[in-house]
């Protein structure tokens, strides 16, 4: 029996990128929901099943002959949420904080029947701007498909060891600086965009952004991933899903200090301060050279293992107590 049908209204592409909003639908779908994704590309081809529950819708058309009104609307960036869908509840998952966004989460807060939010800044931000209570929900982790090919990619083989990696965005956010500097002493890999207005970094390798399908094959061959950031408030207010999912594969993840990410896995990560100085960048390759030094079998499954209790799943029923709550 199908609990309710739940819209995510048009956002992003489904196939485009793999995050959040992705994994954590998927799960609604597991768990008797349907799923309706509206790709923000309009196309005419007819709608796509992804899984059970779950189907991506192309064209509006469609999904105004096929639903009038939905049980939740489950928004993720407030500037794309269109008010006019009828509703029953209204969920927003924060997951991003911009500056000139703000006048659409103002009314988005007004609105929504349940606000969640993936950091702690990102809740005191709603607090205090909005008024609005925020609950913290954190990220989580597809274990066993990340674990579920280890296969060396063919994009790899003339890569000299250890490869330092960086999968994801980069982003204004992002401490190009800091890149650099890994990238004269490793081999350095971007598997995903690179987005910023800053000449990309010398001898730093780049791999265009691959289907999630591949990621595992990514994610198990590099030896360190790494997240630098500035001190901008995006980075500030979000927290790097990118984080679980090195963790998940074994592999030790050196990063700017980060809130949220030292709260939820402070135990298994190891934070540097904002890099301000040649000497804070410097750090980076000490720091590194540490974390592969002191690497083994031993300090690989206790990472594993400690993603394995991160699952989607998990964060799924949290969801789920507050929308009992609501409905």
Not at 99 to 116: F, H, L, M, N, P
Not at 197 to 214: A, D, F, N, S, V
Not at 245 to 274: F, H, R, S
């Amino acid at each position: 029996m199908v609990k309710g049908t739940i819209l995510y209204p048009k956002t992003m592409n489904y196939h485009e990128f793999h995050q959040r909003p992705q994994s954590l639908l998927m799960q609604f779908a597991r768990h008797g929901w349907r799923v309706i994704w509206e790709n923000l590309t309009e196309r005419a081809i007819l709608p796509e099943r992804i899984a059970k529950n779950f189907w991506v819708y192309h064209n509006k058309d469609d999904l105004q002959e096929d639903f009038d009104s939905f049980d939740i609307i489950f928004a993720h960036w407030a500037k794309h949420y269109n008010p006019k869908i009828p509703y029953n509840l209204l969920l927003h998952d924060c997951t991003d904080y911009f500056e000139s966004w703000q006048k659409w989460e103002k009314r988005i807060s007004k609105t929504a029947d349940i606000v969640t939010c993936v950091s702690e800044p990102l809740r005191r931000y709603f607090k205090n701007e909005f008024n609005r209570n925020a609950t913290v929900i954190s990220n989580g982790v597809d274990y066993k498909h990340l674990n579920s090919n280890k296969r060396m990619p063919p994009e790899f083989k003339h890569f000299k060891r250890p490869i330092i990696g960086f999968i994801g965005a980069i982003g204004h956010w992002s401490d190009i600086s800091v890149f650099q500097t890994i990238s004269e002493q490793f081999t350095t890999v971007c598997i995903g965009l690179y987005a910023n207005i800053m000449k990309r970094p010398r001898g730093m390798e780049y791999l265009t952004h691959q289907l999630w399908e591949r990621m595992p094959e990514f994610y198990n061959n590099i030896d360190v991933g790494i997240i630098p950031t500035t001190d901008h408030p995006t980075a500030v207010h979000a927290v790097p899903l990118k984080a679980w999912e090195y963790l998940a594969c074994g592999k030790p993840v050196v990063a700017t200090e980060n809130e949220q990410l030292e709260k939820d896995l402070g135990d298994v990560v190891t934070t540097l301060p904002v890099a301000k100085t040649r000497t804070d960048r410097r750090q980076w390759i000490t720091t590194i050279k540490r974390e592969l030094k002191k690497d083994n079998a031993r300090e690989k499954q206790k990472r594993m293992e400690r993603m394995e209790k991160e699952t989607w799943d998990k964060r799924y029923h949290q969801f789920e107590v507050l929308i009992e709550e609501k409905l």
